[in-house]
């Protein structure tokens, strides 16, 4: 059996107090968890205790909250600062409950109330505390790792799309111009595989493009600032104006609120909502509404349409990257559309998603918090 050394500091001004602490994990000692063993330094003071810490590590800080000539707040700030690297277990009083409650909420593992603690229940806090410590550590790192592994794979596909622009242009436009150029002496059959050979190449292109702006959304994206929605709406409905008048489209809004947002990505986030209820109509004419409503601490904002609706037990596709439930000839697209859309809306801390029968129309929901938050990148 692997037997583990675990070096205790124990701050602590009551020598009373302090001997029975050392009294009950010696008695206990072997009994509760026999693969470790503890060795006790005792401090009495603050000063004495981080200048041990400076000196050499220890594994656990066992500590009294109560220590005379010390504030609360100082020792909340060692408890704080201490537990960023080391387990730390707060030591209080029936009476003082409430300064273990601010412990824990500046990073102590546990409390132990005086004259309630036993050596097992001390022994047992201190494993839990050190097990605890190392599991918040590994979750740190695999955050740390997904964060990183995240982050290098926008790059490449960023990179990587953007590398397979310039000669998948150039193999499209060589073959149309072979196509003009030899519009007399090709066959039916060649010219067929040509065009689509042709037409393959520009999905490809449109697929690029859109993995790009994907992989920008976070890489590329701007600072957030106070973003009026109405004045996106009419950006939106400018760059809409086109397919709008097409399909005769008619896009309503009620008065929309102020965000903090990055104001391009929520211009662009419209674009994908509104053009997809436009291009996926029924034979009605499209009728799309978008409103707001408060819930909370955020905004909850919808897009009506009256369009030919979604089977719901699509859902989980219809978030993902290159997503379609529909073929090219019945739907243009790449089907990144939404997807980009759920990458706009959680970055800025937010969630969508979708409410629809068939043949009665969808309404997409999104929301945004009404405070400023850090960007999630």
């Not at 397979?164 to 595989?193: C, F, G, Q």
Request: aromatic share 8%; charged share 25%.
């Amino acid at each position: 059996m692997r037997i583990d050394f675990v070096h205790i500091l124990l701050i602590e001004d009551n020598a009373e107090d302090a001997g029975l602490f050392i009294q009950l994990m010696k008695n206990n000692q072997y009994r509760t968890y026999p693969e470790f063993r503890y060795t006790i330094e005792t401090v009495a003071t603050m000063e004495e205790s981080l200048k041990l810490m400076n000196e050499r590590g220890v594994d656990v800080v066992v500590v009294d909250l109560l220590l005379p000539n010390t504030s609360p707040n100082e020792i909340l700030d060692l408890v704080e600062r201490a537990s960023t690297k080391t387990p730390v277990i707060a030591l209080t009083t029936d009476d003082q409950i409430e300064s273990a409650t601010s412990a824990i909420e500046h990073g102590a593992q546990d409390y132990l109330v005086k004259n309630r603690a036993s050596g097992d229940v001390i022994e047992r806090a201190i494993r839990y505390g050190i097990e605890r410590k190392k599991l918040m550590e590994e979750q740190r790192c695999i955050k740390e790792d997904l964060i990183r592994s995240n982050r290098e794979l926008q790059q490449f596909a960023y990179s990587a799309s953007h590398d397979l622009r310039e000669p998948l242009r150039m193999v499209v436009s060589y073959l149309t111009l072979l196509e003009k150029r030899n519009a007399d002496t090709l066959d039916e059959k060649s010219k067929e595989y040509l065009s689509f050979a042709v037409d393959g190449g520009k999905r490809m292109q449109a697929m690029i493009n859109d993995l790009l702006a994907y992989s920008r959304v976070g890489t590329q994206g701007e600072v957030f600032v106070r973003v009026d929605m109405n004045d996106a709406m009419v950006t939106t409905l400018r760059d809409l104006r086109a397919s709008i008048e097409e399909s005769g489209a008619s896009v309503t809004s009620d008065p929309l609120p102020s965000v903090m947002a990055d104001q391009n990505q929520m211009v662009l986030l419209l674009v994908n909502l509104i053009s997809n209820a436009i291009k996926y109509r029924g034979e009605e004419a499209p009728l799309v509404h978008i409103s707001v409503r408060e819930d909370g601490d955020e905004w909850v904002f919808s897009v009506r349409d009256n369009g030919i609706g979604i089977d719901p037990r699509y859902e989980a596709r219809l978030f993902k990257m290159f997503q379609r439930l529909h073929t090219p000839q019945e739907y243009g697209g790449t089907g990144m559309g939404l997807a980009l859309s759920r990458r706009i809306v959680e970055r800025h801390g937010g969630r969508i998603w979708f409410e629809s029968e068939v043949g009665k129309g969808s309404i997409f929901y999104f929301t945004i918090p009404q405070l400023a938050q850090s960007c999630h990148c």
